[in-house]
């Protein structure tokens, strides 16, 4: 059994045809592959190779009820084929190429989803059965296979005529071309600067034959290698001169020119394409082409594996990065610490940040004493003050004095300051 007949299992029950689903767009729904081997040129092949690099470090994550253990199969292989960064990297590369990139289910004998698969059909039909449009694969070898529209994943871009498929890159063919011709003018110019070339003046010559096969015996005693690099002529040459070529290549601001349209027509750049970027500049390169990569695809795959009662509960499969592992390391710094005591990052968290392995106990989450509630500003000054009056009450406290004990004083007596009183006595 091969790929094919692993992907596609013969169904229990021929459905019959009946025609091409009529879509809003007008057009026949009919999606090729063919776009003039867009893969194949240098510069557009290191864009889409960056871009799906980027991406394969995407992680997923189920929001809700993970009942059929969809996480841990997404986290290893969600094909038998792929594992979890290849398949992204491969549906981010259809997705790229070809601006559009199915994505099967795999089922198992149960009819069960057990795993997703990213097809690259020659063709792409939607046909109608029953009622309800479906998807008719035509692939290289001239197989067909067909499943439902509701059980597939479509991710694509520059949606336009089709509903539902992207537009091909015709708008890239004139940039492909001027590629293709300047990468062969220079190549020409390489071979005309490195050839030296001579022009003489033959006498004592009356028949074109001797003229030919002169040249030609001068041609293999002097250009042939290790002929000794010194051209000698014979004396039946005259006004011998070097014919001065030089070599036409595209200039630097043309070729720059050139680049330019490819970069922009796939959203990237040299900083990009030679690993350069982090933080902000990483950050505007994310939120701009891997982003609404990562939004599509965790939408199509929540689509096609969770049912309408399902989603209702908010179950999704969610693809997404942790940006701030790609900050300098003063970002980081300032990150983990700001975010830290303010209790929105654990200290796992802030691990995540550094690429470093988890703690124990690290889910718990610390913050500052100092910060209060707005609504809660008055009370907190009052119980403010009230701590203040009873610190300082027992710092007082603690700083009284002591009772000395010193010598009994013996009593003293009353001067009598009365003449009569005395004269009594």
């Not at 449009?133 to 067909?144: A, D, H, I, M, V």
């Not at 074109?208 to 290698?225: G, S, Y």
């Not at 309408?308 to 300098?328: C, D, F």
């Not at 500003?377 to 009056?389: G, P, R």
Request: hydrophobic share 35%; net charge negative; aromatic share 10%.
């Amino acid at each position: 059994m091969g790929a094919f007949d692993f992907l596609f299992k013969k169904p229990k029950e021929k459905k019959q045809v009946n025609g091409y689903f009529q879509m809003l767009d007008g057009y026949t729904p009919i999606f090729t592959t063919h776009d003039g081997g867009v893969y194949e040129m240098e510069l557009i092949r290191a864009c889409i190779h960056t871009f799906a690099n980027h991406c394969s470090k995407l992680l997923p994550t189920i929001e809700g009820a993970d009942q059929r253990g969809i996480k841990a199969m997404l986290d290893s292989k969600p094909n038998p084929f792929m594992t979890s960064a290849q398949f992204v990297y491969k549906v981010a590369t259809i997705y790229d190429t070809q601006n559009t990139c199915f994505i099967v289910p795999l089922l198992d004998k149960f009819d069960r989803l057990c795993g997703y698969y990213p097809v690259t059909p020659r063709q792409t039909e939607i046909v109608e059965v029953q009622g309800e449009p479906w998807l008719r694969f035509t692939f290289q070898n001239g197989k067909k296979a067909a499943m439902e529209l509701s059980r597939c994943g479509v991710v694509s871009k520059f949606l336009y005529n089709h509903d539902i498929m992207g537009e091909n890159n015709s708008a890239l063919q004139a940039t492909m071309q001027l590629i293709h011709t300047q990468n062969e003018g220079i190549v020409e110019g390489i071979k005309n600067s490195a050839s030296f070339r001579f022009m003489a003046q033959v006498s004592n010559f009356a028949d074109p034959d001797d003229i030919a096969h002169d040249r030609k015996n001068w041609v293999k005693e002097n250009m042939a290698p290790g002929a000794g690099g010194l051209a000698l002529f014979p004396n039946t040459y005259s006004n011998i001169q070097q014919i001065q070529s030089a070599a036409k290549v595209v200039d630097h601001e043309q070729m720059q020119l050139i680049q330019t349209r490819v970069l922009n027509y796939f959203g990237c750049n040299e900083d990009v394409l030679q690993n350069k970027t982090v933080g902000d500049a990483w950050s505007a390169y994310y939120e701009g082409k891997i982003e609404p990569f990562a939004i599509q695809l965790s939408q199509a795959m929540t689509a096609m594996t969770f049912n309408q009662n399902e989603r209702t509960r908010k179950n999704a499969i969610v693809w997404s990065a942790n940006r701030l592992q790609y900050m300098t390391n003063v970002d980081k710094l300032n990150v983990s610490s700001q975010m830290f005591d303010r209790g929105l990052m654990s200290l796992n968290d802030i691990m995540d940040i550094w690429n470093l392995p988890h703690v124990e106990d690290g889910d718990k989450r610390y913050i500052r004493k100092e910060y209060t509630e707005i609504s809660q500003l008055d009370q907190v000054s009052q119980l403010q003050a009230e701590l203040t009056a009873a610190q300082n009450a027992l710092n007082a406290a603690q700083k009284l004095p002591e009772p000395e004990e010193s010598d009994p004083v013996e009593p003293k007596e009353e001067e009598n300051d009365d003449p009569e009183r005395e004269n009594q006595d």
